[in-house]
């Protein structure tokens, strides 16, 4: 099992910048894939961006250009920094692991956006 710990979420103006962060503990070996997913109410949780343990990474489109996604692996945490917000990024950000013993989810840190 992973337990991941995010912090990193407020409230910011549109244009401005934040940082969110994920720190995995207990079975850490297992990890190959940590990523974030956002969710808003009545949609579907989706995939913002994905980073392996080589350092590859995936952004959807909605976030190109304007989120990065970076991990440290001495510290087991996993980074998003993401700038130019709009007021369409407002949603909840979870963290996510893809490891041998399973997926593990982070329990979500709510990102706003004003415009």
């Known amino acids: 099992q992973v337990q991941l710990v995010e912090s990193g979420g407020g409230l910011v103006q549109a244009g401005g910048s934040l940082r969110l962060s994920c720190a995995a503990s207990?079975?850490?070996?297992?990890?190959?894939?940590m990523g974030w997913y956002r969710q808003t109410p009545g949609k579907q949780r989706e995939l913002v961006a994905t980073?392996?343990?080589?350092?590859?990474?995936d952004y959807a489109d909605f976030v190109k250009g304007r989120f990065t996604i970076s991990r440290d692996n001495a510290k087991n945490t996993v980074y998003l920094q993401m700038n130019s917000l709009k007021s369409e990024d407002t949603a909840v950000y979870y963290c996510?692991?893809?490891?041998?013993?399973?997926?593990?989810w982070g329990q979500g840190t709510q990102v706003t956006v004003s415009s």
């Open positions: 980073i392996t343990n080589g350092g590859g990474t």
């Open positions: 207990g079975n850490i070996f297992s990890i190959y894939l």
């Open positions: 996510y692991t893809g490891s041998r013993s399973g997926p593990s």
